[in-house]
């Protein structure tokens, strides 16, 4: 079900005016209700049974089981990070957080890791915390019950570290992220799932030759501050708000020596780069083509869902590019190797904005929902590649490639619809062959069987039914249905469920490979390489085509895990 759009119910810039009146029949005064605890406190020390101590939750996602917690609604998060312009030490962070309960609770928890917490306050008044695995267990001191908003400020560290396993990523000038799919906490406290979108606020300080971009769009100008004693010089506060709801896995705040560009897309969008300023000028005609990226995709699916986009260049050996929501991060390998054909590149580019419709805007509502992103993704950039590479790029011979493969896929990572849990130490493996090429296979077995019309119909009314929310699979099936006017539910249980890929419509000559026929796809070490010179390249990305060479047709190859490189999309 697709979640509405929510406003945050708390101005952040305005003082917090405590928690909501409680509903008539319960405790309604702060006071009133600490007495009661205080209460309740002394007759548990004459022999009232001790409820069950605390620990790990989470909302019981089948991949990421431990992923999110119950209780709570988050509605917005007030970010501030203090960065001293070292990349390598913990940065002094605030997150303020604006949530409703969902149920009676005693005990909070929030996803957060790689962090020390110094205090935590809820609805103003200190609360106890402990650390349990990547949980922080919050005890409030009054009990919050079922319809409140309760605001939840925690005073914590946030470690950049030298691990790979997402959240904060080192660049040669400064820091990005990279959180999908399990690394927002890894960062800040969060309820760290797709399905609990909320609005995002960003205050960063930072020394005044560091330039700190963020989601959404900036608040006014960057505030000067005089340096105090121990800081090495002046500092500026740069504020970013997002006008949409959003992921924490789609978080981004990015730090170095940057310039930011800007200019305008379809229909005036502001349209902002971020770029080593050193690499201003080799970057720029890559730059200058997502106006027309942007262009492209309207025509294909309706308006642009966000305020603003931009493409992010890391100076970093990351073996991904992210969709991180308004903007996209892109490893500068990418664009500086020359050596890739430029219909290649842009493809990539064009996988990235999709994400902005297919992921962003309509995310998904559990993790085994991630082929709707990748399916989509993976379609729009094979038809762009197709318009602009021609032969070389052709959809139908990539397809056809990919059912080949399709039986040696599944049978390695799952169906598209239910993938197999993360490889032990690899949270990022499930993005797999059959989650990108593997599920794209879907979207052209589909068109197939209802035809263009209705199949670009239902493109368009998706993302648009869903904008700003969550949606899953059974969602598609019953839409997919409606708009084709055929009960296509027995159709979707084969291709997105079964172990053996279903004939595809109208190509009875089209054969997949037993699963045994060979062993399964590996990682790949390195790139597609292009036919002219078979140049080395970059790692694909992790949400790269690894699905296709320059010379057409799907890599065989699986995406580079986390641990190998940063985090994939």
Partial sequence: MSLRSRRPSRDPDRPDRGLTRAPRGRIASQAARRAAVLGLAAAATLGAAVPPGPGPLGIGDRLFPMLGNPGYDVTSYDISLDYSGHNDR???????????????????????????????????????????????????????????????????????????????????DGLAMANQADAGHRVFPCNDHPSDKAFFTFHISAPKDVTAVANGEPVGKPVEERAEKGDPGPRRTWTYRTEHPMATELAQVSLGTSTVLRRRGPHGLPVRDVVPTADRAALAPWLAKTPGHLAWMERKIGRYPFETYGVLVADAKT??????????????????????????????????????????????????????????ATWYEALYAQEKGGKAASLETRMRRAYELS?????????????????????????????????????????????????????????????????????????ASDVAGQNLAGFFRSWLYAAKTPPMPGEPSWKSQSPTAAPAPEAPTEAPKPTADRAEAPKPAADRPESQKPTGGPHEADKPSLTDAGKPS
């Fill in 90 to 172: 913990p940065l002094n962070a605030v997150t303020d957080i604006t949530a409703r309960a969902t149920g009676d609770l005693d005990r909070i928890n929030l996803d957060f890791d790689r962090g020390s917490v110094s205090s935590v306050m809820v609805g103003g008044l200190p609360a106890q915390h402990e650390q349990h695995g990547e949980d922080l267990v919050v005890t409030p001191l009054v009990p919050v019950l079922r319809g409140e908003e309760l605001r939840i400020v925690i005073r914590h560290t946030s470690d950049p570290g030298d691990k790979s396993d997402g959240g904060w990523i080192r660049t040669t």
């Fill in 319 to 376: 073996g991904f590019e992210l969709e991180t929501q308004t903007l996209s991060l892109f490893e500068k390998g990418l664009f500086t190797t020359n050596r890739l054909p430029a219909w290649y590149v842009e493809s990539v580019m064009v996988h990235e904005l999709t994400h902005q419709w297919f992921g962003d805007s309509v995310s998904p509502h559990r993790w085994s929902d991630v082929w709707l992103n990748e399916s989509h």
């Fill in 407 to 479: 039986d040696r896929w599944r049978a390695a990572g799952g169906p598209p619809a239910s993938p197999k849990p993360p490889d032990p130490g690899k949270k990022i493996s499930i993005f797999r062959p059959v989650i990108y090429d593997g599920s794209a296979l879907v979207l052209y077995a589909l068109r197939q069987k209802i035809g263009p019309t209705a199949f670009d119909r239902l493109e368009r009314t998706w993302v648009a039914r869903h904008r700003d929310g969550v949606a899953g699979t059974a969602d598609f099936i019953a839409l």
